[in-house]
């Protein structure tokens, strides 16, 4: 993969005071892909122990069932008591975090519209209420964790019209991007925030495990990975240029998706990504002589490029008065680099003649 978006490995980027003679020593590597995740999501080795203690206990019930018709949070509430925790603080945290999930993929961006009505949903809102004052009591035979055990389930399984058993608990958009854009952080090396780690191909094979619950498919990560590269390049001062061109090339293959699916729900977080997208861009390109001199042209001609496939896309493959047209009629690059020229041109002999 690294190959392929032509992206350096952490190795090939000396930074100041790592030569040889400085002192450090070789970094020790994770022995298991799992063991490196942790490492890049920052968890603390006592809260992954206690998780996997808990989906061990988790996973002995599911006996003939898959991972997806399970509700995780639901399961380590019931799984997890206070004993597990250092302090009554700590377990009262862990505990509403828990319920914020449930309240976020239930409640708040669920992947069946909820009716105003429904009793589950009140039922749920109440307890989560109710439960930022107090912590609940959540032993197996305890009334008060049937009564969430009951509003959850009710909720999760509700049909979205497949005759799947999965359990929609954290598919709903955009909760789910955002959970599957976490996760894409950690291909990024905790020590080099520019570069990907060497075990990219394994660490996304992990990932991909968490598709059928978060509801992800191949269009909707390649176009969240395709944001993760941009937007790790705009956050880390535009200097990897390396970041820009990957993104670029993962856009070219948006772009195939775009062409292929007319889905609307995947239409509309395509628009909202690629505008913010072209939006960056154009500030810099239509006025493009206040943003780049002679010392910094590729990063222009990465700017443009991106810019300008972002656009095609918005405009070929978004615009339904686009599809009006006879294709061939407009030309969406030809169009873009002529904007950019005019306005950083009469942008310029507006300063000058001031």
């Given at each position: 993969m690294k190959k392929a978006l032509g992206l350096k490995s952490p190795g090939s980027k000396k930074s100041p005071?790592?030569?040889?003679?400085?002192?450090?020593?070789?970094?020790?590597?994770?022995?298991?892909?799992?063991?490196?995740?942790?490492?890049?999501?920052?968890?603390?080795?006592?809260?992954?122990?206690?998780?996997?203690?808990?989906?061990l206990r988790i996973g002995g019930g599911l006996v003939g069932r898959r991972i997806e018709s399970v509700v995780l949070p639901l399961e380590l509430l019931q799984q997890l008591k206070q004993s597990d925790f250092t302090d009554q603080q700590e377990y009262d945290a862990w505990q509403k975090r828990n319920l914020k999930v449930l309240e976020a993929g239930l409640l708040l961006h669920p992947r069946v519209s909820l009716d105003k009505s429904n009793n589950a949903s009140q039922r749920l809102r109440q307890i989560i209420h109710a439960a930022l004052d107090r912590p609940i009591e959540t032993g197996k035979n305890n009334e008060s964790m049937q009564v969430l055990r009951s509003a959850v389930m009710s909720l999760a399984s509700r049909s979205d019209g497949s005759f799947s058993d999965s359990c929609h608990w954290a598919d709903g958009i955009p909760l789910n991007l955002r959970l599957h854009e976490m996760l894409l952080e950690t291909c990024f090396d905790i020590n080099d925030e520019t570069s990907i780690v060497e075990e990219v191909d394994e660490l996304m094979e992990h990932i991909k495990k968490t598709w059928v619950v978060l509801g992800i498919n191949q269009m909707l990560h390649n176009l969240c990975f395709t944001w993760v590269l941009f937007h790790r390049f705009v956050a880390t001062g535009q200097v990897e240029m390396d970041l820009l061109y990957a993104a670029d090339g993962q856009l070219a293959e948006v772009a195939k998706d775009a062409k292929a699916t007319k889905d609307p729900d995947y239409s509309k977080i395509l628009s909202s990504t690629l505008t913010s997208v072209l939006g960056w861009a154009e500030k810099r390109l239509l006025a493009y002589h206040d943003t780049f001199d002679s010392g910094n042209i590729y990063t222009m001609q990465g700017i443009v490029s991106l810019g300008v496939s972002a656009a095609k896309i918005l405009v070929e493959d978004v615009s339904t008065e686009y599809r009006r047209k006879r294709k061939g009629e407009v030309d969406v690059a030809r169009n873009r680099i002529d904007t950019y020229i005019r306005s950083s041109l009469?942008?310029?002999?507006?300063?000058?003649?001031?």
């Open positions: 005071g790592s030569g040889p003679g400085s002192g450090e020593g070789k970094s020790k590597r994770p022995t298991t892909v799992g063991e490196l995740m942790r490492i890049q999501m920052r968890i603390p080795e006592t809260v992954d122990s206690r998780v996997r203690r808990a989906l009469r942008t310029a002999f507006a300063q000058a003649s001031l």
